[in-house]
């Protein structure tokens, strides 16, 4: 099986993306600082604060990710509702960052960027719908068909009517024949 490899590699590179993060953040305002530099008249000591405070909390973000990720491995368990929201947002944050970068940084940040994606869409596709199979004792699980229906969409598909009424059955022994009256 796939999904617990791919849960692992993905905590680890988001963990890695997650210190890489806040380093990054870390020498942007140090470099904000030293310079001075500031943006139409901004304060160059928010700037710094504001420089450290995204990168915190982008790699506390990122951190979370990855503790999702090594859990759901460590577990062999799809991850909860929120724990999946908080994947799908970080996918949705590495595919926006990825078009960022290609324009920004080239070919090689957007291919990180895309196999991050393709890791946190990857446990989140493996370990798929994280509910518990039920049954009732009549076969059906509580809220859809019986094992084995075929379904189109959420509703089961039911047998068409038939489109003639069956024949009826003939009343007259075989081998006799009727007699039709002259009209």
């Known amino acids: 099986m796939v999904r617990r490899p791919a849960a692992v590699v993905a905590a680890a590179v988001l963990l890695v993306e997650a210190v890489g993060f806040v380093v990054v953040n870390g020498i942007l305002a140090a470099f904000v600082d030293g310079q001075s530099m500031s943006l139409d008249g901004l ?6 604060v ?10 506390l973000f ?8 090594l859990l759901a491995a460590v ?11 908080l994947l799908i947002s970080a996918a949705v944050l590495h595919g926006v960052l990825g078009a960022v970068t290609v ?26 719908d994280h509910r518990p199979e039920v049954s ?5 699980r ?12 959420t509703r089961p598909v039911e047998p068409a009517p038939p489109a003639f009424p069956p024949k009826p059955p003939p009343t007259e022994p075989p081998g006799t024949t009727t007699r039709v009256a002259p009209a």
């Open 43 to 48: 304060d160059p000591d928010a700037m710094v």
């Open 50 to 59: 504001g420089t450290w405070v995204l990168g915190v909390v982008t790699g």
């Open 62 to 69: 990122l951190a979370g990710c990855g503790t999702v990720c």
């Open 75 to 85: 577990r062999d368990r799809a991850p909860g509702r929120a724990a999946r929201i």
């Open 103 to 128: 324009g920004l940084l080239g070919w090689a940040a957007f291919t990180f960027m895309m196999v991050v994606l393709g890791l946190i869409v990857l446990v989140l596709v493996s370990y798929g």
């Open 136 to 140: 009732t004792p009549n076969g059906r």
């Open 142 to 153: 509580p809220n859809g068909p019986a094992p084995g229906t075929r379904t189109s969409g």
